[in-house]
């Protein structure tokens, strides 16, 4: 399974944009999609999740204003995150781990992971 995310950059603070993890050697419906955060310094946490039939829970800090979403025919998973804040600043990746398993918030129990994208949220 390969992942590749991408459009994250550099927004000022209220503002939105929507992040893509494409998939690869897999059909995404059959896995659980997460999305973390790395910020420097810091440990990598969680944001987002999103399984089967687009259920999906969140961190406390993202409710509100983050959105997970999900494309089976172009084998894609989305974040859209709007109301951003600095504190969003982080390097932003997508993991997949098979279905059967289940929802996770810990970033161990994900098998596959894309390479990250930036996203600079400035003041």
């Known amino acids: 399974v390969q992942l590749q995310a991408s459009g994250g950059g550099l927004v000022q603070a209220g503002g939105s944009l929507r992040l893509s993890c494409a998939a690869s050697?897999?059909?995404?419906?059959?896995?659980?999609m997460g999305w973390f955060r790395q910020a420097p310094g810091k440990e990598r946490e969680f944001v987002a999740t999103?399984?089967?039939?687009?259920?999906?829970y969140y961190a406390d800090f993202v409710k509100g204003r983050f959105t997970s979403s999900r494309d089976n025919a172009k084998n894609t998973v989305y974040l859209q995150m709007t109301s951003l804040k600095p504190e969003d600043t982080a390097v932003y990746y997508c993991?997949?781990?098979?279905?059967?398993?289940?929802?996770?918030?810990?970033?161990?129990?994900?098998?596959?992971w894309g390479q990250g994208t930036q996203v600079t949220v400035s003041s």
């Open positions: 999103i399984w089967s039939r687009d259920s999906a």
């Open positions: 050697g897999a059909i995404i419906s059959n896995y659980v």
């Open positions: 993991a997949a781990r098979l279905g059967i398993h289940g929802p996770s918030r810990s970033n161990r129990a994900y098998d596959y």
